[in-house]
């Protein structure tokens, strides 16, 4: 009994050990990425911070600009900006250009998110270990940690999203249920205050945490402590800037967000930003004439979208591009034996690890119809068809693919896979960069 | 096993292994950037060196904490299959995954000159590639910290290539260099000697034919030295191949202490926590 507790409390510190290994590993990868180009958007997203920087409340629209602030979501750009200030005001003389202090926010944000994939996943499976091991895989995702290091509201989402799950994976564990309903309302408003695409996964947790409260009425305990009523002041709070946000541009825009023209000229929303207001719109006549010419969503999904999402995830797909094909097949190879695994051994998989397929199934689903019913608006040309907008579930997808390795049962085959998942991870991530550094990254290199 | 548990022999043993692991991961890690082929020989020694204590701290870290605990589980034929299937996997992975690793660098001499019609005008070369792998040269060798290379009028700038010549890509490699100039080049004369052939290109606005935005250099690379000693003696090639098996073994090693202690601790908790809810 003694022995056991000895070894328990010593591999808590062997995985403390690789946690923090993984977690510098990951900081150290995500500040070389800051320092290249190319991330999406860095335009908009600069200017938009540069604005947020130059007062505490909402800047107002520039009419000379492109972009427009008014009714769009704005916490990480509030953010940005309160940094920005808080720095100048810390460090009046201080040179770091606010560019790569944004980028450094967001590398800080990512490392939250390897942390909560980390947390998420030890929670799942009870084993701290597979948590590292998510955590690592994560860390060496190529194009999450490209757009880590870049200015973007996806790394705030990003987080939220992961974080949310892990209180929502909390709630269905049934520990402390107002603390961790609370914790999810939080991190959701927050998400959704980041990027209007958050909203999806909001209705989502929403309805999956309805789904918990009417399977477990009875047995829910309302604890009112202090922490928890504190907790709820906060979600409060943030749940009134959910309103303010959304409900004003419901009632105000008739839209979630403003489109362009009900805030300016026409003649100013012609960018091709603004192209989603000047399309076919999705017609139930006309694709009736075309029916039996449109690219049907099954041979659309197995000859390009699969490809495409994988190459933009352990690839890059942005202004710069890097699809290493061979590290990408390799993935996709994984991938299907992690597939095939999960389904051989489903009778051993656990109820939240249900929960996660679940999750990631219907975000994906999402994304899978809305890339669909766009590429059949603008006649396939393939807008906005990248793995970037999966990045927000793909924690919970690493986590299910260690899981799912961790269910096979012959010994030999389950070591090999975790041991070949490492290797084809760290050799497609930082092993990656480093090795083609010379040839790719460095004609992406920034100059601060 | 821990480390007092081990007497004098073995931990002369255990510590005189830890750095030959450490310097075969730094050799098989380090031979495979191409920056290391372009520093002096001092600039050289002081990254193998840094990087290889690095290596050494994280190697007796994961000896200490994760392998050698289990060594006595290492005599199992089970644990033998895998760490001989891993490590020949890896070995042949490393062995054909880079060809830097095996390259001989071949140094190029560069002189630039630049002759404006107008006086107190100047030349930015943007970059300075080789187009079949696309490898930026770094411009330090001319000094400068960071591209462009910028030549003024009425002057030359020295300074060197280095080509990295594989067997496993020699054959496909041609030899040339791409010198990115830009839209509007400064009317006037550039001068580029390669290995001391030189090659002139006229830049004229108002002739009609149009500025090339990118020079290819093609003439003297013939005449670049190649470094034999030791990149292409047999030594020093079996040194990095023994560096990879070394290196290949150690990782092999590692991951099996490493999913041996997930599975170890699944097994203790699997009726801790089941991970079922009541839904």
Request: with cysteine; glycine share 6%; aromatic share 16%.
């Amino acid at each position: 009994m003694l022995k056991n507790k000895q070894k328990n409390r010593l591999s808590l510190e062997k995985h403390h050990l690789l946690l923090a290994f993984t977690i510098l590993y990951f900081l150290t990868f995500g500040i070389f990425m800051a320092h290249t180009s190319g991330q999406p958007d860095q335009a908009p997203h600069s200017y938009i911070s540069r604005q947020f920087s130059q007062t505490w409340g909402i800047p107002e629209d520039n009419p000379d600009s492109q972009y427009i602030i008014t009714g769009q979501p704005y916490l990480y750009y509030w953010i940005n900006g309160a940094v920005y200030k808080i720095y100048r005001q810390i460090f009046p003389n201080g040179n770091l250009h606010p560019t790569l202090l944004w980028r450094l926010v967001s590398v800080l944000y990512s490392t939250f998110t390897v942390f909560f994939t980390y947390k998420l996943a030890k929670k799942v499976s009870g084993n701290p270990f597979i948590g590292v091991l998510s955590a690592f895989l994560l860390s060496n995702t190529l194009m999450f940690v490209y757009v880590s290091g870049g200015i973007s509201y996806d790394n705030l989402m990003n987080l939220a999203a992961i974080a949310s799950i892990y209180h929502l994976v909390c709630v269905f564990k049934k520990e402390d249920f107002i603390r961790h309903t609370m914790l999810t309302g939080i991190w959701v408003v927050i998400g959704s205050l980041a990027k209007d695409q958050y909203l999806l996964l909001a209705l989502i947790i929403f309805l999956i945490w309805i789904f918990f409260i009417i399977r477990n009425f009875k047995q829910i305990e309302l604890n009112f402590n202090k922490t928890n009523i504190f907790l709820s002041i906060i979600f409060v709070v943030f749940l009134c800037l959910f309103v303010g946000l959304y409900g004003n541009n419901l009632i105000e825009y008739s839209r979630i967000t403003p489109l362009c023209y009900q805030l300016r000229g026409i003649g100013q929303c012609r960018t091709y930003d603004y192209r989603y207001e000047y399309y076919e719109p999705f017609n139930l006549q006309w694709m009736w004439f075309v029916r039996d010419n449109l690219s049907d969503p099954f041979r659309y999904a197995f000859t390009f979208w699969i490809y495409k999402m994988m190459e933009s995830i352990w690839g890059i797909l942005s202004h710069n591009s890097f699809i290493p094909i061979f590290s990408v097949s390799l993935h996709g190879i994984l991938l299907v034996w992690a597939l095939f695994s999960l389904v051989k051994n489903w009778k051993f998989i656990n109820k939240l690890t249900l929960l996660l397929i679940s999750i990631l199934v219907a975000y994906a689903g999402y994304v899978f119809l809305w890339n669909y019913k766009r590429e059949v608006e603008f006649n396939f040309q393939h807008y906005v068809v990248t793995g970037r907008y999966l990045l927000p579930i793909v924690g919970v997808l690493q986590s299910i693919i260690i899981i799912a390795f961790m269910k096979i049962r012959n010994n030999f085959l389950r070591r090999m896979s975790i041991a070949m998942a490492i290797i084809i991870y760290f050799s497609g991530g930082l092993g990656m960069f480093l090795s083609r550094y010379s040839e790719v990254f460095t004609h992406w290199r920034l100059y601060y | 096993m821990k480390i007092y548990d081990l007497n004098t022999y073995q931990r002369i043993l255990f510590f005189g292994t830890i750095f030959l692991i450490a310097a075969s991961l730094t050799i098989t890690s380090l031979f495979r950037l191409p920056l290391i082929y372009e520093q002096t020989v001092q600039e050289r020694t002081t990254i193998f060196i840094i990087f290889g204590l690095i290596i050494l701290a994280l190697i007796l870290i994961a000896s200490l904490f994760f392998i050698l605990p289990i060594i006595s589980l290492f005599i199992n034929k089970n644990a033998i299959l895998f760490i001989v299937i891993l490590s020949l996997i890896l070995s042949i992975a490393f062995v054909l995954s880079s060809a830097h690793y095996w390259a001989a660098p071949e140094i190029h001499k560069l002189d630039i000159c630049f002759t404006g019609d107008a006086e107190s005008t100047s030349l930015n070369i943007q970059k300075l590639v080789n187009p079949n792998t696309n490898r930026l040269f770094p411009p330090d060798s001319f000094g400068f910290s960071r591209y462009p290379i910028t030549v003024e009028s009425g002057q030359c700038i020295h300074g060197r290539v280095i080509f990295l010549i594989s067997p496993l890509t020699q054959a496909l490699i041609g030899y040339q260099i791409t010198a990115t100039i830009g839209e509007s080049p400064p009317d006037g004369r550039l001068l580029v000697s390669v290995n001391e052939t030189p090659s002139v290109i006229y830049f004229d606005q108002a002739a009609n034919n149009q500025n090339p935005e990118i020079v290819v250099l093609r003439d003297g690379f013939s005449q670049g030295i190649m470094l034999r000693n030791p990149y292409k003696q047999y030594w020093f090639i079996g040194m990095k191949l023994i560096a990879i098996i070394i290196s290949s073994i150690f990782i092999a090693l590692l991951l099996f202490s490493l999913t041996e202690e997930i599975f170890s601790f699944s097994n203790q908790n699997t009726n801790k926590s089941s991970g079922d809810f009541n839904a």
